[in-house]
């Protein structure tokens, strides 16, 4: 048996008696599968995306395809249009749809408002599970491996080697060697 191409499974997953948009006068067709934050997603593309390559080939470098209904989980290629970002973001004001007061954001966050349920301290996932922080080179955002953070120590330590020709010597920011020889970091690493 044949795989389905990516049409077959677009298809698959479209309502097309969507509600009607009111300026619009065509019905919304609507995503019925996985989303992420309310838009369609098939494989590792957005929904509308997909929609709108079957319906008008590709997406030129640099462009994103928006809604005009501003229906998220919408792939009715007739309410989609091309633009930037900047477009997306005059789109967003035209039709006030910004929340510049979101309740999540300032003062009003929860963890300003009741701060006893954000794990702090020892009650921290940090803390209470340490097998399930990412550390040393296996974390994603590490330029450096424990062989390094070694040479780094046995340098200063025993070359007596600057920190500032550490950083040059290591590709790294002259603040990492010192929290790593201060071991603010990498503290696991002997």
Not at 3 to 23: A, T
Request: aromatic letters at 8%; charged letters at 30%.
């Amino acid at each position: 048996m044949s795989r389905k191409s990516i049409e077959e499974r677009f298809w698959e997953k479209v309502n097309k008696d969507g509600p009607i948009h009111p300026e619009l006068g065509t019905s919304c067709w609507i995503w019925n599968a996985y989303k992420i934050t309310g838009y369609g997603v098939l494989g590792n593309e957005l929904a509308h995306r997909i929609s709108w390559k079957i319906h008008h080939s590709s997406i030129p470098e640099g462009k994103r395809v928006l809604h005009r209904c501003d229906n998220p989980e919408c792939t009715n290629p007739s309410h989609l249009f091309l633009g930037s970002q900047t477009d997306n973001m005059k789109d967003m004001i035209k039709k006030n749809r910004q929340n510049w007061n979101s309740p999540a954001k300032g003062e009003s966050h929860g963890s300003k408002t009741k701060p006893e349920c954000v794990p702090r301290g020892d009650r921290h996932s940090s803390k209470t599970k340490p097998e399930c922080v990412p550390r040393g080179s296996v974390h994603w955002n590490s330029r450096l491996d424990e062989e390094s953070v070694k040479e780094i120590r046995f340098f200063h330590r025993d070359k007596k080697i600057s920190q500032k020709k550490l950083s040059e010597m290591f590709e790294i920011d002259s603040s990492v060697v010192s929290k790593v020889l201060n071991r603010k970091i990498w503290k696991h690493v002997e």
